[in-house]
């Protein structure tokens, strides 16, 4: 919980510094923030970088977000730093609170992202972007007793992306598909690997339409290991997300995550916040 305070007093801190703001991109292209950090949407990271800094630009981003299920709440704070449309940095704190335990599960997600080609709307192509997120649990103690064998991890994703101008009936049409090769059990945060172990190259979707330019509507999934036999399912999502403007967008979504540490049905909401400078 202090590590969420610190990001929070930080975010606060990077909104003094005005002179940051970029604006280089159309409004809503930048996508909005994901849960491990990454600019994407919620559970996805996507193609384009976090942020409207173009190529003479660069911008920093700040997100906090919220999922609430079944049996268990996670809430995410993080960073993001994009330099000139090229390359993407970004760190974010989970705090997984699973009140069975009566615990909370800790955990870091440092990541960067290289865009390799393209642009979402301009490039007649793709845009093509490589990622990478190292994450560490700051206590191992629940992962160990699961059976997870190491309490860090690196996932390393490419993920392709395009928005189509007026596509469906004069709305715009967005999509992306990411492909990750990672060990991690439930985001990392049980931790790595397992007695059904084996690093896989695992697919994760979104497509949205945006009703105006500031409001999409779409849906995401994402597949994931089930290293630890405990019936881990892949994750699906259905979301609305409101850009009103270049400086802050708000994400929600109802939320399918399937089976988590034995306990099904694991359903709910979720909430983000993105403030752009």
């Known amino acids: 919980m202090k590590k969420i305070k610190c990001v929070l007093a930080g975010l606060l801190l990077v909104t003094s510094f005005s002179s940051l703001a970029s604006d280089g991109k159309l409004l809503a292209t930048p996508g909005v923030s994901q849960i491990e950090g990454s600019g994407g949407g919620g559970i ?58 009566d615990t909370e599960i800790e955990q870091s997600v440092t990541g960067a992202k290289i865009r390799l080609y393209g642009d979402i709307v301009y490039s007649d192509w793709p845009q093509l972007s490589l990622g990478i997120q190292h994450k560490s649990l700051d206590d191992g103690a629940v992962a160990t007793l699961v059976g997870a064998q190491d309490t860090s991890g690196t996932d390393y994703y490419l ?93 929600a979504a109802y939320l399918d995550l399937g089976s988590i540490a034995g306990a099904d049905d694991q359903t709910g909401w979720y909430l983000s916040v993105t403030g752009y400078w």
Not at 46 to 73: I, K
Not at 170 to 189: D, K, M, P
Request: glycine share 8%; hydrophobic share 40%.
């Open 159 to 251: 993920a392709a992306s395009k928005l189509h101008l007026g596509a469906i009936a004069g709305y715009n049409w967005f999509w992306n598909v990411t492909t990750r090769y990672s060990e991690a059990n439930q985001l990392g945060l049980l931790g790595y690997g397992g007695s059904n172990s084996s690093a896989k190259v695992l697919f994760e979707g979104s497509t949205a339409l945006f009703f105006s330019r500031e409001i999409a509507v779409g849906v995401e999934y994402r597949q994931k290991n089930n290293n630890l036999n405990l019936g881990e399912q892949d994750w699906k999502d259905l979301f609305i997300a409101w850009m009103p403007n270049k400086h802050i967008s708000v994400t």
């Open 44 to 101: 996805v990271p996507w193609a384009q970088l976090a942020g409207y800094a173009s190529e003479d630009e660069f911008s920093v981003n700040g997100f906090c977000s919220r999922a609430d299920v079944t049996d268990y709440t996670l809430d995410v704070c993080g960073a993001q730093l994009n330099l000139f449309n090229r390359l993407e940095l970004s760190y974010a704190q989970q705090q997984f609170d699973v009140p069975a335990l």
